[in-house]
């Protein structure tokens, strides 16, 4: 059994920690969340010419062709920098989006261009409060145009092009939905951006008003599509979120040897200890449910729908706590504007909620594993 | 990243599932899979014959401590093997719980510091089942504070007499030997006064008591010295050294890695697949789900946890105290998990006996079990300070008994 990355990733995963630590540190983070920037364009170009960017999409799309498990370590990663950029929505959720469901031509057309950082994507999936179900969009498709509002939209403000999910029938079931591909620059859509709980990360509103687009995938399969895609996504983005939680937990760490109370260092009282300990199991148990993630995303298995349930709700609960427990060892400190602990906070929020709610994945995994114990 | 073995491991894979299949206890299968959390019981068949039987045979063919050494009745297998071995035998591994203390830790602690004449007598029945070892530590004043036993050893000519009482001794009612720690030196701090010996639990003057525990059974006992004599002979490493042999045999313990770690978890899944609710079968209920989904994770986690380790393992690296959280996870959930079980049940959960209680009171049983999980083998507490200080380097505890001599420390509270 190796039930772990290998030597050529892992050294990947310090070539990106590096230059992470180099590109992003919390102050390039701090520009976006005051609002100085929309996102980071210097970062993105690095990340870009890094071949980050297109570790997942293959040569002949302009990436680097290296796979899935390469593309897991740098989410870690990029989740450990709280990398102010719209790399998620863009590759995870629209360039897997193009490679499971493209056309040889959308695929030529976009591909190459996220690679290279010259395109944003994103996916309008969500329509205001609620989990993602086929009765919840209303946004409708209509001689090939689109009308409806969809948020919030990651990174929707700042996209060149939108995967959105439409309405083409009326039966309130699954088949009524289908997918397509806008270009946002083309005219027809607006787009708001809106405030949120990690400002370090766009969300927009966008309104489409007769906005023209093209079918992305067979029509009425868009909510197996979007099932696929948004199985893979949590497995990439539940990898941010454990290396979130894993750098809150160093973080809690480092301030608990460091700081003195009551004449001995806070990490030496054993509430603070075990504080620390619990985060420790979190991380550990989120790390594993997502390698499992990972090995079934990368080899395609059977067992994604049920491994990629388990890494997100692993990978959202052990972000949460570590980022919470984190700013509560910082105590007064952990409250100001000026400790990062906030910025933790922040994204553990925000991405918990980036794909639906904690419930919906729980039902999710339910389901599933009921299925496969049924088979 | 991949769940597939060497070739090597293949090879041995294959021999001990062969061997497995042709002669493990098959008529037992069905009621060792259903028990739970160390609840073993077998219809119309003693537990102990049975587990003695199943070993002996393993032992003839060199199955019974892969790991060990070929000379003291093992076949050298690495660490890997031992693994693949445990998950080979699966659910007759159950029937070997009794086998565990002796040779999880007294054996390694003989293999380490007893004379090569001893390891060759004792070690291959120890292996092979037909003596049974305890591993004599705790003690009433000691808990988690190990180092704070009483047990007094005192030099009379060539043996050792000892006075005290050891408590929480697992099997002691059926063991034919034990290793033991004892104070020498009441004059220097606490873990610089210890010696290790072992001993014939026959011997004069040693005075077993089960202990009725809080769920009724008596697994546990006390142990009572009364002038027993220990020859030097028997000695394990050197006088005033026994906190440091101590630490080699809880060591071992981690290399047990690949056995399951008991969760409650498939049992809960199932009994709510089963179980109708007002609305319909429990699984279909929101809140029942959402309950089952975080224990799911949690289960899977410590799953996925292992299958690192052991990857660890295959590489042939030492497993390390991160490995502290198979326990600390699994025994709060089992708890949990149990509690909840009962709660599904309504009024009706309070029934424990086998006719009246769903899935015949598999999780009331659980239910009084599980805090002996808890503290057994390190408490929570106790595991969280080892993840806190040796995973995470946090400072140790302020000890303020660590320089002074033993007999100055205070032994009561508010005295």
Known sequence: MNFDFSDDQKQLRDQARRFLAEKCP???????????????????????????????????YGGTGA?????????????????????????????????????????????????????????????GTGNPSPAAVKLAVSNGTLTGTKKPVADGAIADFAIVAARSGNSGREADISLFLVDLKAGGVTAKPLQNVDPSRQQAELTFAGAKA??????????????????????????????????????????????????????SFQAVKHILADMYVSAT???????????????????????AAAARISATQAFQHCAKQNIQVHGGMGFTWEFDCHLYYRRSNALALSLGSQSYWEDQLIDRMRKKNAA | ??????????????????????????????????????????????ILEVAKAWQKKKADAGWAVPHWPKEYGGRGASPIERVIWQQEEGVFGKLTAMFIIGQGMCGPTMMAYASEEQKRHYLPPLGSGEKVWCQLFSEPAGGS??????????????DWVINGQKIWTSGAHYSDYGILITRTDPTVPKHKGLTMFFLDMKSKGVEIKPIKQANGNSDFNEVYFTDVRIPDSQRLGNIGDGWNVSLTTLMNERMSIGANVATGFPELFEFCSSLMLDGGPAIEDRAVRSKLANWAVRASGLRYTSFRAISALSRGERPGPENSIGKLVAGSMIQDV??????????????????????????QAMLLRSPATRVEGGTDEILRNIIAERVLGLPGDIRVDKDVPFNQIPTRGRA
């Open chain 2, 338 to 363: 149990a509690m909840y079980a009962l709660d599904l049940q309504g009024a009706g959960g309070v029934l424990s006996g086998p006719e009246d209680a769903e899935v015949a009171g598999k999780f």
């Open chain 1, 285 to 307: 148990l989120a790390r594993s449910n997502c390698y499992y993630g990972a090995w079934a995303l990368s080899t395609d298995a059977g067992e994604l729908s049920e491994a």
């Open chain 2, 145 to 158: 504070d190990v180092a704070g036993l009483r047990t007094r050893a005192e030099k009379d000519g060539n």
């Open chain 2, 1 to 46: 990243m991949n769940f597939d073995d060497t070739p090597q491991e293949a090879e041995f894979r294959a021999q001990a599932r062969a061997w497995i299949d042709a002669n493990a206890p098959k008529q037992y299968e069905e009621e060792l899979r259903k028990a739970s959390l160390g609840r073993v019981v077998l219809k119309g068949a003693n």
């Open chain 1, 26 to 60: 919390p102050k390039a983070v701090r520009a976006v969340l005051e609002g100085k920037a929309d996102y980071d364009r210097d970062l993105w170009k690095g990340l870009a010419e890094m071949g980050f960017l297109g570790v997942a999409i293959p040569e002949e």
């Open chain 1, 67 to 127: 796979g899935h498990l390469e593309l897991c370590v740098i989410a870690e990663e990029l989740g450990r920098a709280l990398a102010p950029v719209p790399f998620s929505s863009t590759v995870y959720l629209a360039a897997e989006a193009l490679l499971l469901a493209g056309s040889e031509e959308q695929k030529q057309k976009w591909l190459p261009k996220i690679s290279s950082g010259e395109a944003i994507g994103t996916l309008a999936l969500f329509e």
């Open chain 1, 214 to 267: 093209e079918p992305l995938g067979a029509a009425n399969e868009g909510w197996s599509i979007l099932s696929r895609v948004m199985d893979r996504a949590a497995v990439l983005i539940a990898f941010e979120q454990v290396g979130g939680a894993d750098r809150a937990l160093e973080m809690g760490r480092d301030y608990a040897l460091d700081r003195i109370a009551f004449g001995r260092p806070i990490g």
